[in-house]
C-alpha cells in the first residue's frame, strides 16, 4: 500500500491540469496514489481526465473545495492524504519532503510547503498560514523573497492549497467543514487539531509553484469575499470558548471594522457585509469545538499564538510596504 494519496479538487481547471500532473510524474518520490475530484465542471476536465485515464471521482455539482476534500479524503485508505490545488507545480523532491517531515512526529497533524508565485519563484506566496487575535488569517511570507523562508518552524495552520494531513486524524477532529464550502475552511481544521493537542509545521524544502486564485479568478471579488467574511464569523463561533470570544471582542471587532474600511475602498463593502451578517445569522448552526482533553492552558497558548499572529502581521505588513516603496523608486529612477 502506498503511504500517501494526493487529492487534487478540480472545478473547470481543465487549464491547469496537464502541468499540475506532468510535475507529480517527476517527483523523486512515488509513493502516494492519485485522485482527482471534480466539482460538477463543464469546461472538458472530465472528458479530458476520462481520456487519460486519471483516477478520478466525478461529482454532479460543485460542492466547494470542503466538499471535495471530504470526498477525497473519505476514499484515501492511505495513513497521509495531500491536499493539491490544480494550478499548482511541484517541485521535483516537493512530495518527498512533506513525507518526511510529517513522519518525524505522530503529534504533527499538518505540514505546509514553501509555496512561490507562479510567475516570480523568488517571491512567496504562502509560507504557511496564520491566525491573529484580531480575526485575520493570512499567507505568511506572501510577497515576501522567498530566500527569507528558510527555516522549518510552527505554524498556526497548513494552506491545504498543498499541505500533507494525518489521516487518523482527520477521525477525531473531523473533516473539513462544508459549511464554509470554500475559504478559511484550512484554517478552521488547522484550529481544531492544535485544541486536540496536534501541531501544524512549515516544511521550506518541499516547494511549490502556485498560480493563486485559479479556480476563483481574482484575488478579491465579491464570491470570495463575502465567502470569507462568513466563515471567519464561523471559525472564532467554532473554536473560540464563550470566555475567550469575550476576551477577543474588543480587538475582533477592532479588526472587521479595518476590513470594512479596506473593502469599502475597493467598493466590496457590500459584500462583507452581506457575509459577515450571514455568518451571524447561521453560525449556531455550525458544531463547537470540544475536546474533553483540552485544558484551559492548552487555550491559554492558543490565545498566545493569536496575539503573536497580530504582531506578526504588522511586522510583515510594514516589510511589504518597504518593498513597494523601493520598488516604486526604482521605476521612478529608470523612467
Not at 185 to 205: S, T
Amino acid at each position: 500500500m502506498k503511504s500517501i494519496t494526493i487529492i487534487i479538487p478540480n472545478y473547470n481547471g481543465l487549464a491547469f491540469l496537464p502541468p499540475c500532473l506532468a510535475a507529480l510524474k517527476r517527483q523523486s518520490c512515488q509513493d502516494f496514489d492519485l485522485l482527482v475530484v471534480d466539482n460538477g465542471s463543464d469546461d472538458g476536465s472530465r472528458q479530458w481526465l476520462e481520456e487519460h485515464r486519471v483516477p478520478s471521482v466525478f461529482l454532479p455539482e460543485n460542492t466547494g473545495f470542503s466538499g471535495a476534500a471530504n470526498v477525497g479524503i473519505r476514499a484515501a485508505k492511505t495513513p497521509y492524504v495531500i491536499l493539491l490545488n490544480n494550478d499548482t507545480k511541484a517541485g521535483v523532491h516537493y512530495v518527498e519532503h512533506l513525507l518526511k517531515a510529517i513522519q518525524a512526529s505522530p503529534k504533527i497533524f499538518s505540514v505546509s510547503p514553501k509555496m512561490v508565485q507562479m510567475q516570480d519563484e523568488s517571491l512567496v506566496d504562502d509560507a504557511g498560514d496564520m491566525y491573529s487575535i484580531m480575526g485575520w488569517a493570512y499567507q505568511r511570507g506572501v510577497g515576501q523573497e522567498a530566500k527569507r523562508y528558510n527555516r522549518p518552524c510552527h505554524i498556526f495552520a497548513a494552506c491545504a492549497g498543498a499541505a500533507i494531513y494525518r489521516r487518523c486524524v482527520f477521525d477525531k477532529i473531523g473533516l473539513f467543514d462544508e459549511m464554509h464550502f470554500a475559504y478559511l475552511e484550512d484554517i478552521d481544521v488547522g484550529y481544531r487539531a492544535k485544541i486536540a493537542g496536534y501541531f501544524n509545521l512549515y516544511c521550506p524544502k518541499a516547494v511549490v509553484r502556485h498560480v493563486g486564485s485559479g479556480t476563483s479568478g481574482s484575488k478579491y471579488n465579491e464570491f470570495k469575499v463575502r465567502l470569507a467574511a462568513r466563515n471567519n464569523v464561523y471559525l472564532n463561533y467554532k473554536n473560540m470558548p464563550y470566555w475567550q470570544l469575550l476576551a477577543n471582542s474588543l480587538p475582533i471587532a477592532a479588526g472587521l471594522a479595518v476590513k470594512y474600511m479596506f473593502f469599502r475602498k475597493m467598493g466590496l463593502e457590500k459584500a462583507f457585509l452581506s457575509g459577515f451578517w450571514e455568518g451571524v445569522r447561521t453560525a449556531g448552526k455550525a458544531k463547537k469545538a470540544a475536546f474533553p482533553e483540552a485544558r484551559f492552558s492548552d487555550y491559554l497558548a492558543i490565545q498566545w499564538e493569536l496575539a503573536y499572529g497580530a504582531v506578526l502581521y504588522v511586522y510583515e505588513f510594514s516589510r511589504r510596504q518597504i518593498r513597494k516603496k523601493r520598488e516604486k523608486a526604482v521605476d521612478l529612477r529608470e523612467n
